[in-house]
Nanobody, 115 residues
Framework: QVQLVDSGGGLVQAGGSLRLSCATS????????VGWYRQAPGKQREWVIS???????TYADSVKGRFTIPRDTTKTTVYLQMNNLKPEDTAVYYC?????????WGQGTQVIVSS
């Protein structure tokens, strides 16, 4: 059974950086896609960034040039590196893993960006 545990959120000033972590456990077999979503207060959850198991990364326009998914050489943790944070990035961030038709979510970690 695959499980994801999100961490690393916190309070940061605008222009600052944070690195979120998503620790994975369980066996992952075959191609997969890891990604991050976020949900701001009063809004629907939205997609932020995804990366395939081959390393191809796609970005929402709102985070392009600021957010990345660094590769983890241990292959057990997914990171979200967030630079030049803006107040509109304030949200709960969720790690997502898709393997075939299975989908897994982390529990979320809160990010607050103050102006």
């Amino acid at each position: 059974q695959v499980q994801l545990v999100d961490s690393g959120g916190g309070l940061v000033q605008a222009g600052g950086s944070l690195r979120l972590s998503c620790a994975t456990s369980g066996t992952i077999v075959g191609p997969f896609v890891v990604g991050w979503y976020r949900q701001a207060p009063g809004k629907q959850r939205e997609w932020v960034i995804s990366q395939t198991s081959h390393g191809y990364t796609t970005y929402a326009d709102s985070v392009k040039g600021r957010f990345t998914i660094p590769r983890d050489t241990t292959k057990t943790t997914v990171y979200l590196q967030m630079n030049n944070l803006k107040p509109e990035d304030t949200a709960v961030y969720y790690c997502n893993l898709r393997v075939g038709r299975d989908e897994h979510w982390g529990q979320g970690t809160q990010v607050i960006v103050s102006s």
